[in-house]
């Protein structure tokens, strides 16, 4: 791991390439088969074999990323998702698990790639997507108060996202996906950016007001029966 972490300080977007112990802890116990769907430096993915002993396969658009990850990985494919032939490079009904760490706001057709991954999916295996909020107060402060959209390196308005979703938004594209929600996790700040203050977020989650505080939801979902 020694080029991993010289990659980590000098190379990239630390935002990009940092540990998902948040994604990890909703991966199914007896998972064998991953894909990860945009699976940068391969970090998420060494983590689930380490746990799971599993086989991971990436998806990553960076060239540079992915030749680090294919010294972690089992697999790396590499290219844009929205213009891969995926269903020439994926085996159909191979994974008990596809994730999504902060993926599908980059994408061009978010709607059509979750939808085709299904076909990839075992039948009881799962769809995990971290998803960014927009509805979180901190852009609503800088449009109405502001009169400007806040363009950021990293978190909820990266400037490399293309796609935006509420709840809302989520939970029909999965339902349009074919896809069930069965979990629903939420992480939340009162500072959009990382700082110490985002431990106290959890005593302003009152009902009327916990929307506006979720920067990220977790997805768990599963083929529609």
Not at 27 to 55: N, R
Request: glycine share 4%; aromatic share 12%.
């Amino acid at each position: 791991m020694e080029r991993n972490d010289k990659y980590m300080k000098e190379e990239f977007n630390p935002s990009y390439i940092g540990s998902r112990h948040d994604i990890v802890s909703l991966v199914p116990y007896g998972s064998e088969k991953i894909l990860d769907m945009g699976c940068s430096i391969g970090t998420l993915g060494q983590e689930i074999k380490q746990k799971f002993k599993a086989e991971v396969v990436g998806v990553e658009l960076d060239d540079q990323m992915a030749q680090v990850a294919k010294e972690i990985l089992d697999k790396v494919i590499v290219g844009d998702i929205d213009e891969l032939n995926l269903e020439d490079c994926l085996l159909p009904n191979y994974f008990n698990c596809i994730i999504f760490a902060d993926i599908l706001e980059h994408l061009k057709n978010p709607w059509s790639i979750l939808r085709r991954s299904r076909s990839f999916l075992k039948d009881n295996g799962v769809i995990i997507a971290s998803i960014p909020n927009i509805r979180h107060y901190d852009t609503i402060i800088n449009l109405l108060f502001r009169g400007y959209w806040p363009y950021r390196e990293r978190g909820i308005h990266d400037k490399t996202h293309l796609r935006f979703f509420t709840l809302e938004n989520i939970k029909e594209m999965f339902k349009d996906a074919g896809l069930e929600i069965i979990r629903i996790e939420r992480q939340y700040r009162i500072i959009e950016r990382p700082h110490s203050h985002n431990r106290f977020s959890k005593y302003f989650i009152f009902p009327f007001l916990k929307e506006f505080l979720v920067f990220q939801y977790l997805i768990v979902s599963r083929k529609k029966k």
